[in-house]
């Protein structure tokens, strides 16, 4: 399925609502700089890799199947699973 | 130097130790002074079982070496308060909470022979089983590296009373290290506290290890460490030369432990999986075997027993313990592969899938389950589940009610993040779930 960058951005924001709203926690605003694991989201290292799991089911994709990728931002994350030839 | 205690008792270590807390520095006088208190109050307990509930490493350490002094055994838990009917269960004669005051339970006679140290391992569903260790056994290797190193600064990632929380601050109390320690011990926290009081050394899983360094990014450079360890879950060459990386001047080491077969060895060469010549000249007084491509030991450090579990089926007749850890020689290596049985290891936490699928079973939204293991790039795996649902309910819904209850019953680890809903499951032709391995 081909995902467009929007598309994978709102899908980061969405999960990581739901993650949040789950463990009762306020949301901020989620923008492509926000740091994943920083203290702004308050979410943890299990909830990371539960959005990997639902980026790679969304998408497809397994960006990390050569080994491990470093991201630390929404906008970061969200370009491993971009097409490689464009939108 | 290694500054040596009088008499070798964790009581004489705390004379030099120091932990930092992230509000602020707590040195020996008030160590020692909190250790003269409790043991002062530990003496009527003396050959009786204490449990400990404070989650603080300082607290941990005190309770340790005064339970040492008091010649009482110690059970150390992973939450603040223990519940009424295994109080009374696990023969506990009084509990240490975390003011450090001592509350008198019940008399019990619990046989004591000497000073143990009992962890409660995990389990919500069910009764924790108690590991039963002893100091010495815990000390063994710890005082083999104390001679070894330096004094330095350690950062805690582990839960206390945890075996890996144990080793950390077992070693920093025998080096005369200084241990770093957060209240709330998450990845921002541990990050933030390794950047203000940049520690030397640094235990902790690879996922631990794969997140820190996602936080810090650029910044993780500027750590000065010299020791990396790696533990309680696979370390694969893609952290390792990771780590390896970065921190160039750092010894980069993983090691293999359990609760079970207690700290066998230490692999110092950075390297995945350790020397196939190992099964022949033995490491560190541990003697490994491979069997139907499953690890053996026979280790002096294994634990001595569970306490309230029977263990009989992991020790072969002729005296090895059974790892559950499948093995696999390449060239001159051997790595491991992962469990034997269906154990999954989610960020170095144990999950047996059978108690998740008890829990699911148990949700009136819930026909059937089936729970298995998805690899993860951040924690190895994490869990999954196949759900059947009653035909009755609505799927966003019960997704919902289920992980809710999921989160409420079982620690964090443990809890799917992956959860399909389908119409059956299949069934070996033995008639048992399929298991995906």
């Not at chain 1, 993650?19 to 979410?43: C, D, F, Q, R």
């Not at chain 2, 696990?90 to 003011?99: E, F, L, P, Q, R």
């Not at chain 2, 206390?160 to 920093?172: M, R, S």
Request: charged residues 25%; glycine residues 8%; hydrophobic residues 40%.
């Amino acid at each position: 399925m081909r995902v467009t960058r929007n598309q994978l951005l709102e899908r980061i924001r969405t999960t990581i609502e739901r993650i949040a709203a789950e463990k009762n926690l306020t949301v901020p605003p989620i923008a492509e700089e926000t740091v994943l694991l920083g203290s702004t989201l308050g979410i943890d290292s299990l909830d990371l890799a539960a959005i990997v799991v639902e980026l790679s089911e969304v998408t497809g994709k397994d960006p990390f199947q050569d080994g491990f990728i470093e991201f630390r931002t929404v906008g970061e994350l969200s370009d491993l699973y971009r097409d490689k030839n464009g939108e | 130097m290694m500054p040596v205690g009088s008499d070798g008792s964790l009581r004489s270590h705390l004379e030099s130790a120091t932990v930092r807390r992230t509000a602020g520095l707590i040195c020996s006088p008030d160590l020692s002074g909190m250790c003269s208190i409790l043991v002062d109050e530990l003496r009527t307990f003396q050959g009786c079982r204490v449990a400990l509930t404070s989650q603080h490493a300082e607290h941990v350490m005190v309770g340790l070496a005064a339970a040492q002094a008091a010649g009482c055994e110690i059970l150390l838990h992973r939450t603040a308060s223990i519940p009424e009917e295994l109080l009374n269960g696990w023969k506990i004669s009084a509990v240490i909470d975390a003011s450090l005051r001592v509350t008198r339970i019940a008399q019990h006679d619990i046989q004591g022979s000497g000073v143990r140290i009992l962890i409660a391992t995990s389990g919500t569903t069910s009764e924790p089983k108690l590991a039963e260790h002893s100091i010495e056994g815990l000390l063994g290797r710890v005082r083999q590296l104390a001679r070894s190193q330096d004094r330095s600064r350690w950062l805690l990632t582990y839960h206390p009373a945890t075996f890996g929380g144990l080793q950390v601050l077992l070693t920093a109390l025998a080096t005369g290290s200084e241990l770093v320690t957060v209240t709330s011990p998450t990845i921002p926290a541990l990050s933030e506290a390794a950047l203000a009081f940049r520690p030397t050394h640094v235990s902790a899983t690879p996922t631990f290890w794969r997140s820190f360094l996602l936080y810090l990014g650029s910044r993780a450079a500027d750590l000065p460490l010299r020791q990396i360890t790696l533990g309680g879950e696979i370390a694969d060459e893609s952290i390792l030369g990771r780590l390896r990386t970065i921190y160039k001047d750092a010894r980069v080491n993983h090691i293999y432990a359990s609760t079970e077969a207690g700290a066998l060895f230490s692999v110092q060469d950075g390297e995945p999986g350790f020397p196939a010549e190992w099964l022949e000249t033995g490491v560190d007084g541990v003697a490994l075997r491979i069997q139907q491509g499953v690890l053996q030991v026979r280790s002096p450090r294994a634990m001595k027993r569970y306490v309230n579990k029977d263990t009989g089926t992991v020790i072969t007749p002729d005296g090895w313990l059974i790892t559950g850890d499948t093995v696999e020689q390449v060239g001159d290596r051997i790595l491991f592969r992962g469990r034997e049985d269906a154990t999954l290891n989610v960020g170095g936490g144990k999950v047996r899938p059978e108690e998740v699928e008890a829990l699911l079973l148990s949700l009136p939204e819930v026909v059937e389950a089936r729970v298995y293991g998805v690899p993860n790039p951040i924690t190895g795996t994490v869990v999954g589940a196949d759900i059947v649902a009653r035909a009755d309910v609505v799927e966003s819904e019960a997704r919902h009610s289920i992980l809710t209850q999921a989160r409420k019953n079982l620690e964090s680890y443990k809890v799917p993040r992956v959860l399909h809903f389908v119409d059956e499951i299949g069934v070996s032709a033995a008639g048992k779930k399929e298991r995906l391995r």
